[in-house]
């Protein structure tokens, strides 16, 4: 059913005569009104007004000075730590995306069954979700601390986890999974329960085995959830900021500068706001991009 | 579907739902209860001026804070009341001072880094401490003059010298004695250190190594420091302090710069230190648990690693190590300095004076030293009993006085509107150049050419 | 019949064990955190993972030390977190009910608006919003935390969801009862919703609770200094206060985490229920 259908069947004509007057035709603007201030002031407005000061230089409090037209985005597009910037960020939010879905995979499976414990164990799982991204960055301090922490104290190794490039964006990455795997673990498992019993008892009829079952029945019967939650895993991944300001500032080098991060640096470090817009908005751009490329490979690919 | 049974009960959807009311009893329970947790003592019967304090010093510094202002306090009581907020980093609170500055001043008195002190006279909120000076007719003398000559321009004194503190090199004293060094002699220059720690390391039986001899954050002021050890300029116009402002660096143009990453490479391809990241935070965790045995710091972490390292052994200090053993310069004064913020209002300012004042008299600075390992901007405070004694037990706390004594004012340090985000580059720039990106050549072009670039915008907006 | 029981109990088994070393994994961060909290600071340089002693001080200093305001904090993240969670429940479901029972014109193009807002991500307006708040004076205050959050398109979407599943003839019915739609939603369709009202209150109290980027930019004193700021500005503090730190993290933790625990079913029913959708 589309969107259309399910908008037009739903809604229900007023009855009662004569109730056609201006205060009927006004009312579900009325109910719209709050949700839609809220939105015309905090985002459809400063969506604008980040448009606008993409195209200026600001000065040293912020306010637009120099009308500098389309030279904040050219600047960008030669500098190469902005390249960098880029490269890193779709290096994080693969990783993180991918990641974050395999280890919900993994965890779903573990728990699709009924076991002492369980309970337990999809309580641990899910609760990732409510652990803030700036308590875990402070947590993963520790744990990836070079003389002191849990990482180097396991393994008996003295790597830098935030300070050696080779290693920062792992270290990084692997603490957003973790942050991640949570809600990846409620709604694929979500999804799994979905999946109608009798699929299973004709492969098990069959004779085929587990392996055999998750590949042809079970994910294809989930892909959308799937599919759904690599959209959710993208998205969060590329506003992620808590944990690198905490851990390495966009460092080493640039090895963890994603966009976002650049963003902040630009404009409340740098306090140059014009350059911090463009960024901005060649970052939706590019979410923009990518959510629209994927719904049409959902088109193709996704099973219903 | 029916409609559910208790239709007529469900009007009171139009009052508070239990959950609601519930919610509204938790939220003034815990407003009576923090407010009864006394987020402001004060219990004056008139209501005494407030003042707001922005710093930037945490842990034990933040902590003598945090006492200093309780005293007073108390000793103000019914006429000024301070209350202190910790704004995280110097970086923080400038941006933050940048930020809300836009709109309304937030504070009264702010303790800014010396980098950025360029900035707050450009900003015009500042209220130059020399004109309460001379106001009062305050004795200037009363403040250690190569200090003093830091935050002078053109004759007059823009902020009141706070916490002041020259770098150190801090090293442990029982590994020296482990290995044969005598452990009074601290190495004064890059050569000796990299001699010294190739006998300090401590490799275990598989050949991986439990404590490099030597190990230091990758932290721009360093790079600043070095600078002036070497008598060399940051920036041109007589290093920022000239009749114009800075309009581009020289570093690149002296030689100064490449002396600086070629320490920086030789240690790493010599194997000599590991990286510890940036600023401070990993060298000093390092140091305290045994890992490196030489590390560079500022006088002001004297007391945290005191209190740190407690028995486990002993500290000793030297001064900040030349680059090469013939340098001849001086290291400037780091730390902050405390500024005043122009509100227009006569009572906050005469009050925020009075704090000033407070926290520079000699007393609160001989506690202020022995708490921290800043040294005592106020000379007076060198004949008191409380910071003799002080010496006596922790001769470490000497070293930064004697350096700052043998140093000279044309050493100052470099003015620069733009420094913070230069300082940051320098740090990355570093970066890159230890993990090979670039070769020192490169490192130093590319970020002298950054650092101009952020000048010249900064000058044509500004 | 026996043979084929016993594989399912191996099986089981098997299921059962191999989720040890993935709850490790998952489990690890918190644990740890919690020894070193306790842990008295020599034996944290030592590199020890068990603490010898249960060293509680690191809590009493977060609490009690004037340098630190955690309390404060504490008492800020939830005014914040609890009036937006309020707010959102409030726009969501009036908006949510327009686009389910009502019709008027550009109804099609106001519900793309609203899917369009999940397109923009938060960095292209965080700027903007900023200087939107510093010009109105406010900076450091709680208005600038909660109204940019009174709503999202996130709770339209559930609640929508949700009140789709109620039938036709009920909102017809209580048309012909002289019910105008106010009133309908407040006595029928709000009581029914519960649970995913429930669902969205926790999920967004969560949220918000755990916000980090845009508290960082619009508080300045620890009047209004949210919790996730308070523990990170831990870190400049003194890292060598690790102990502390991870008490400070613990602190932080504890609330969301028990709301977590206490909410769970509901919240991850509600969230189900919009997931299966699709």
Known sequence: MSLTDSLKARTTKPRVPGKRGIYAVMEPYLFLLPAFVVFGLFLFYPFGRTIFLSTFLTDKLGNARVFWGVRNYTDLFT???FWASVGVTFQFVAIVAFGGLLIGLATSLLTAKKYPGVTFASASYAMPVAIASAAASMAFRMILHPTNGLLNILFGTQINWTGDPRWALFSVSMLTIWLASGINFIFISAGLRGVPDEMYESASIDGAGYWRRLFSITLPSISPTLFFQIIINIIGAFQSFSQIRLLTQGGPGDATNVIVYAIYRDAFFNFRFGTAAARSIILFAIVLVITLIQFSFEKRSVHY | MKPPPHFAGAFQIFQESKGETHMRKILSLILAAS??????????????????????MGGVNGEAIAKMAEDFNVAYEGKIKVTVEYQGSYDDAINKIRAAGMSALPCDVVQVYDIGSRFMIDSGWALPIQEMIDAEGYDITQIEPNIAAYYTIDGKLYSMPFNSSTPLLYYNKTAFEEVGLDPDVAPKNFDEIVEMAEKLTVK??????????????????????????????????????????????????TGGAEAIFGVWKRMIDEGIITYLGRGNNDAKAAFISKNIAITL???????SLLVNVGDEFEIGTGYFPNIHPDDEGGVSIGGGSLWMLASGNDEKQNAAWEFVKYMISPDVQAFWNAQTGYFPITVATHDLDAFK?????????????????????????????????????????TERLINGELDIAA???????EINSAIEIYNLTN | MSGFTARKNLTRLGNMLLNIPMLLV???????????????????????????????????????HPAYNFLTFIRNSFIVSTSVMLGQMVTCSLAAFAFAFLDFRGKKWLFVLVLATMMVPGEATIIANYLTVSRWGWLDSFQALIVPYLTSAMGIFLLRQNYLTFSRELHEAAQLDGCNNPRFMASIVVPLSRPALGALGAYVFLNTWNQYMWPLLVTNSS?????????????????????????????????????????????????MAGAVKG
Do not use: C
Not at chain 2, 235 to 250: C, E, F, L, S, Y
Not at chain 2, 402 to 420: E, K, N
Not at chain 3, 34 to 49: A, G, Q
């Open chain 3, 26 to 64: 998952i489990l690890a961060p918190l644990i740890y955190t919690l020894l070193i909290s306790v842990m008295p600071p020599d034996e944290i340089y030592r590199n020890m993972l068990i603490p010898s002693s249960i060293n509680l001080n690191n809590y009493v200093n977060a609490f009690t």
């Open chain 2, 204 to 253: 275990d039986a598989d050949g991986k190594v439990t404590r490099y001899g030597f190990g230091m954050g990758n932290y721009g002021w360093f790079f600043e420091q070095w600078m002036g050890k070497m008598g060399l300029h940051y920036v041109d116009n007589n290093n920022g302090r000239g009749a114009d402002p800075a309009t581009k660096v020289v570093f690149d143009e």
């Open chain 2, 443 to 449: 490192t130093v072009t590319n970020l002298a050419k």
């Open chain 3, 223 to 271: 009047n209004y200094r949210t919790v996730q700021i308070g523990i990170s500005m831990l870190y400049d503090i003194d890292a060598e206060s690790l102990g502390l730190m991870m008490a400070g993290v613990v602190i932080v933790i504890v609330p969301s985490l028990s709301i977590f625990i206490f909410m769970q079913k509901q919240l991850i029913n509600g969230l």
């Open chain 2, 35 to 56: 407010l009864l947790l006394g987020l402001g003592s004060a219990m004056a019967t008139e209501s005494p001026t407030e003042i707001v304090f922005w710093h930037s």
């Open chain 2, 389 to 429: 004694d002080n010496l006596a037990q922790y001769p470490q706390f000497g070293t930064a006085i004697d350096q700052l004594h043998s140093t000279a004012p044309q050493y100052a340090g470099a003015l620069l509107s733009v420094f913070p985000e230069a300082r940051a580059l320098v740090e990355t720039y």
């Open chain 1, 79 to 81: 500098s190469s730590s």
């Open chain 2, 297 to 303: 710091e500022s006088t002001a972490a004297l007391k």
